[in-house]
């Protein structure tokens, strides 16, 4: 149920949560980084996993996956070539149990009720990687790296800028849900970086950065909520408007799926905002969402009427308890007997690893209920987007993709207008673009399962609607 960039089994929705320590001799076999891939749902997911000496000899160990780097994982053990390692994600626990045997590390993969394989290897050295294929054309943009504060908060990004001197219009871009770089990379596609650098060639100076607690950027995403990323947002256009690049009363903002919520949040506490771009941005409050997008995805994932509405009333059990405080031994129940019928349910022929079935329960059922007090589902269940658009007067584009599960363009286009309309607001588009996913990939069901499948790229004709409609709002 974790946000609207990414949910569902594919997607893991980084938590973090205190290193375990483990005592072993040969854990130093255990130590450097691995490279691989996890199977789920027919797919394979890049990883890389990196152990390293603690304190008091404590083996710690960070992942990368999905575009985030260095998430601390947890419950690391080593025991007589048995690894494990697990990482709190929205849509539940993720435990990896595999075996250290010449050279490799190999075992199964659990999350929920979906499980695969997965295998590591040492990465090659230098010398033996491919010398990867080089682009001596000249970039028509520069790259700056920049930090910049928000309180205690330091955030880390790039700023792309236009070859011509300045002052320069600007955007400061906005990821969704779940802790993500400044490229907002999912599989292997960067489609922040893509808009970075297509508006910048075209005169646009863009600021991308990491959300907090990823790459360089201080914090922890989980614990905080859309309102404190509005702020990291308005920090970011404080930096841009003082400096002599850039053109302050030419400033605007880009936010995609929760960022679409953020954006205009983060506008009604700025100065002045010169544009906001909706992409995928909601316009219904957060449980409605959840529920929308929940029951869509199960759907084209195959999932019996039966199912889907077993989903959807454990959704409503956990949205009920959040608000009242009351009922969380009931949310719990629901989620343990949810989670021992998917493990019931493996395929045979892959029978599960998970040593301690009871052990693995009771982390996974704490996970989710630790994520659903979190402060960030306590806001964002609640949290109504109308009402905020409803006070913004700046020009909107708003874009849509019409295969987006994630985001319904049929439930949030009539709340989006009409808060808009309500505010006084004469200069909006709205547009849902044909055969497009929430990532306005070109997809075949617009199902998440798809990502890692298609091509890294928009679809046809994205960039320009985007960069079009910019300049003709900024000189």
Request: proline share 6%; charged share 20%.
């Amino acid at each position: 149920m974790k946000g609207t960039a990414r949910i569902a089994l594919l997607t893991l929705a980084m938590g973090w949560m205190p290193t375990a320590a483990f005592q072993d001799q040969a854990a130093a076999d255990l130590m450097g980084r691995w490279e691989g891939t996890t199977e789920i749902l027919g797919l394979n997911l890049p990883m890389a996993v990196e152990f390293s000496q603690g304190s008091e000899g404590a083996v710690v160990a960070h992942i990368d996956i999905q575009g985030a780097k260095g998430i601390p994982l947890t419950q690391v053990r080593f025991e007589e070539g048995q690894v494990h390692f697990e990482l709190n994600a929205g849509p539940g626990l993720a435990v990896w149990e595999g075996r250290l045997k010449e050279g490799s590390i190999q075992g199964r993969f659990t999350q929920g009720g979906a499980s695969g394989e997965f295998s590591l290897t040492r990465p090659k050295a230098e010398s033996e990687k491919d010398e990867p294929a080089e682009d001596q054309a000249p970039k028509p943009f520069l790259e700056e790296e920049v930090t910049f504060e928000n309180g205690e908060i330091t955030l880390a990004g790039t700023l792309t800028l236009p070859l011509a001197s300045g002052p320069h219009p600007a955007a400061v871009m906005i990821t969704g849900s779940g802790p993500q770089n400044r490229d907002e990379e999912i599989f292997g596609f960067r489609p922040f970086r893509h808009i970075a650098e297509h508006l910048s060639a075209q005169g646009v100076a863009v600021l991308r950065y990491d959300d907090r607690g990823v790459g360089g950027s201080s914090g922890n995403t989980q614990q905080s909520t859309s309102a404190d990323f509005a702020a990291d947002v308005q920090a970011a256009v404080r930096l841009l408007a003082g400096r002599n690049d850039i053109d302050s009363s030419a400033i605007g903002l880009i936010g995609h799926s929760e960022g679409g919520i953020v954006a205009p949040l983060a506008a009604s506490g700025a100065s002045e905002i010169a544009f906001l771009v909706l992409l995928a941005g909601t316009a219904l409050p957060g449980d409605q969402i959840l529920l929308a997008q929940g029951e869509r995805i199960v759907r084209a994932n195959g999932a019996s009427e039966e199912m889907i509405a077993v989903n959807r009333q454990t959704q409503l059990e956990i949205f009920q308890a959040v608000r009242t405080g009351k009922g969380w031994e009931e949310v719990e129940q629901s989620l343990r007997l949810t989670l021992r019928k998917g493990l019931e349910n493996m395929p045979p022929q892959a029978p599960s690893q998970i040593a301690d079935v009871e052990k693995y329960l009771d982390t996974a059922v704490n996970g989710q209920l630790a994520f659903s007090r979190s402060p960030w589902f306590k806001h964002f269940i609640d949290f109504d987007p109308a009402a905020v658009l409803a006070k913004v007067r700046s020009p909107v584009l708003a874009l849509f993709g019409e295969l987006d599960l994630q985001v319904p363009a049929e439930i949030n286009i009539p709340p989006l207008k009409a808060a808009l309309r309500s505010a006084g607001n004469s200069d909006f588009t709205v547009k849902t673009l044909p055969g497009a996913n929430h990532l306005f990939q070109k997809a075949v069901t617009g199902n998440p399962n798809e990502y890692p499948q298609l091509k890294k790229e928009f679809i046809d004709g994205f960039l320009e609607e985007l960069s079009s409609w910019i300049l003709s709002r900024v000189k």
